[in-house]
């Protein structure tokens, strides 16, 4: 009895030290900046707040179900008849003794060409709210399959003009832990 208690703990202990460090302080809130650095973006972000279906803002964020997206910009561009979002996803683990690294989510493109600015037109100036409202839940096998409640996830979201879908607007990445 002793001996098979014995061997459990130094099981969970193996587990427990074999798990990543969240990256970035995304054990206590989420962590964003703006990607695609070697672009011009007429969209500049200035802070994100993610609230769940209910209106309230909590951490760890439920991935599986509706967020909304608030992000404080400067648009130094011209007026935002719509958006068109890029969505790729990364999370942070180890695979087969690899140190801690993000690794992609293959959704082979499922998640892009995303219309969901809910406040557009978004007009020029500073202190402009932009606001986005994601549902994965209804977008696919992903939200059942893949996002694990306790990891940690990145969004890299591609903001395009939706009259002009070349021109990419902003860039940002948001890591954050899920909590389902």
Known sequence: MLLSIF???LCVSSVQ?????DPNGTEHKLFFQECN?????TLKIKNVIILNKQGDRRYPV????LMKLILETDNTGSTLKSIVADIDFHYYDKILGTACQWHPIRTFG??????ECSNCPLKPGNNTYL?????FSKRGPMAGFVLFGGRVYAMNIVLRDGENAANEV????IEMKNSN
Do not use: E, T
């Open 7 to 9: 061997v459990a703990s």
């Open 17 to 21: 030290a074999s798990r990543c460090a």
């Open 37 to 41: 650095k070697d672009k011009v973006h």
């Open 62 to 65: 439920d991935m599986r179900n």
């Open 110 to 115: 499922f998640y892009h060409g995303i219309r």
């Open 131 to 135: 606001q986005l409202r994601y549902d």
């Open 170 to 173: 902003g860039c940002l990445r």
